[in-house]
């Protein structure tokens, strides 16, 4: 059974190639492979030549899995060469985004669509799913792949997904801009305040409920929230109000009694306003009430 499948590139030629080379030595393909220069362009042209029985009596079958090779070796092209350049295209246009700030989200983008876009885990195996469910679909319709065409018109629900990825990784960058623009400005305002404690004591409950003492062990909890209405603890959490108090405190010391996972975010908020005024009680019988 013989069959072939002509595919199309300007910039693409040595990885097709390659990728296929591999697929040739992994999977004992009966597969040549012919290059061929056309102006600016390559012509690869892949011949398949299967002389066994069982390829000859399921000839539309052997071709399928032929296909589904070809589809593999340009799906691993397009994730490993041009989602690069084209994630790189679409941030440059933000024009918002200085070139030390694109290089940030650049990378960043490229980490969730090879880790995972936020919470989804094995992204890069379902875009690479869906990339050769569509370039087998184009392969059913012709012997003739062009994968710059392809990209152009035919890959839109792939590149639907990548561009979440940057849209994602901007958002992120902002959130992450603005953060650190917060931080200094409480951080500033921590340094110009008069401490009203030297040492403040931070404990929390496993639900969320913080406690305050000071350096004698007295909780002092409600004289630094007066200012708050105890009323909007509900709207605002008690991690918010944890770090409001501790602000309006500005002790020259935090020592925090937490122990629990939940709370990162909180932590990590406390830690960069108050820098090396944190401290982390190793265990004390403070502690165990919490």
């Known amino acids: 059974m013989e069959h072939s499948v002509q595919l199309g590139t300007q910039k693409y030629r040595e990885s097709i190639c390659e990728c296929l080379r591999e697929l040739c030595e992994q999977e004992q393909l009966p597969l040549q492979i012919f290059e061929q220069r056309q102006g600016k362009r390559w012509l690869i042209q892949c011949n398949f030549d299967d002389p066994s029985p069982e390829a000859t009596e399921n000839e539309s079958i052997t071709q399928r899995i032929h296909r ?4 593999n070796a340009l799906a691993e092209t397009i994730l490993l060469h041009w989602e690069k350049e084209h994630v ?3 941030i440059q246009k933000k024009h918002h985004l200085t070139e030390d700030n694109w290089k940030m989200v650049i990378n960043k983008a490229l980490e969730y669509l090879n880790k995972g876009l936020g919470q989804v885990q094995g992204y890069r195996v379902n875009r690479k799913t869906s990339l050769v469910t569509q370039i087998l679909s184009c392969l059913e319709q012709s012997t003739i792949f062009d994968i710059e065409g392809f990209l ?11 561009g979440k990825a940057v849209e994602f990784a901007i958002n992120e960058y902002i959130i992450e801009k603005e953060y650190l623009e917060f931080i200094q400005l409480l951080r500033h305002f ?3 305040q008069k401490p009203r404690l030297e040492i403040l004591h931070v404990g929390m409950t496993p639900k969320g409920k913080f406690h305050l003492y000071n350096n004698e062990g007295v909780k002092v909890t409600h004289q630094f929230l007066e200012d708050y209405q105890l009323d909007n603890v509900q709207e605002l959490g008690y991690e918010d109000l944890l770090v409001s108090a501790l602000i309006a405190v500005a002790p020259r ?3 925090l009694h937490i122990r629990y996972d939940g709370y990162k975010d909180t932590l990590r908020t ?7 005024r944190v401290q982390d009680c190793q265990g004390c019988s403070l502690c165990e009430k919490f």
């Open 253 to 255: 010391q935090v020592t």
């Open 68 to 71: 589904y090779y070809l589809a």
């Open 88 to 90: 790189q295209q679409l």
């Open 152 to 162: 152009s018109f035919r890959a839109q629900e792939y590149k639907s997904d990548v």
């Open 270 to 276: 406390i830690r960069s306003v108050f820098g090396e």
């Open 190 to 192: 921590v340094d110009s």
